[in-house]
């Protein structure tokens, strides 16, 4: 089993519509966790963070529920801009700033 | 000038041959590490580094060595290049006091090994 598992897609949503990403982690002692962003051909960047009281940064929410080891991305109001593959990462307490990424979902937002 | 430089940006190299992929950054940060990443496997650890003593194996990290020549400079080698390691890979930076996920990734190396 993957440490971090997500659906791949591709998920084909209209410009406008709300999208919602899973991601389970299988390690129950995992600290941290966070969604990076990657567009086609380019590096991995920070989106956000995942705490478990959840949070927003304007159009995109993210919650994270331990008890079942599941986390969560929607995204509200899509723009063509958004489409990109969102990787799910999972830092896990080792002493050391170590991050285990899923194999991301691909999103594509249509006009 | 971006933060976080990586040379070669694309390889195509033959089995066998040595390859040395490079990683500079501009952002002070004691942290670097080495990942690859294939389709459908996301990105993998090879080697992390936390100061200029400090070398670790990650979670895949057979065929690879890395050296630590400064603070700025983390450098990955495939002492002999086979097929499976054809990839796109990262070097990556972080900073403790920046939170444990925010990790700076440089544009990545496509490597292609015939």
């Known amino acids: 089993r993957k440490e971090v598992e997500q659906d791949p897609g591709p998920f084909n949503v209209p410009e406008g519509a709300t999208v919602a990403f899973n991601c389970t982690y299988s390690?129950?002692?995992?600290?941290?966790f966070f969604w990076y962003r990657q567009d086609c051909r380019k590096e991995p960047k920070l989106l956000m963070s995942v705490y478990s009281s959840g949070n927003e940064d304007g159009r995109f929410t993210a919650q994270l529920n331990r008890a079942s080891q599941y986390i969560s991305l929607l995204i509200r109001d899509s723009k063509l801009s958004d489409s990109a593959t969102y990787l799910c990462v999972v830092s896990l307490f080792e002493g050391a700033q170590k991050l285990v990424f899923g194999q991301g979902t691909r999103l594509t937002i249509n006009p | 000038d971006a933060d976080v430089t990586q040379t070669p940006r694309n390889r195509i190299t033959k089995t066998g041959k040595r390859i040395m992929l490079e990683c500079s950054q501009t952002k002070g940060h004691d942290r670097m590490y080495w990942y690859r990443q294939d389709p459908g496997l996301g990105l993998r650890l090879i080697y992390y580094s936390f100061d200029v003593k400090d070398i670790n194996k990650g979670e895949i990290s057979d065929g690879y060595s890395v050296s630590r020549q400064a603070q700025a400079k983390f450098s990955l080698s495939l002492e002999s290049a086979i097929p499976n390691q054809t990839a796109l890979y990262f070097c990556?930076?972080?900073?403790?006091?920046?939170?444990?996920?925010?990790?700076?990734f440089g544009p990545g190396t496509r490597l292609t090994v015939l």
């Open positions: 990556a930076t972080s900073d403790p006091g920046q939170g444990r996920g925010t990790q700076y």
């Open positions: 390690n129950s002692a995992s600290q941290s």
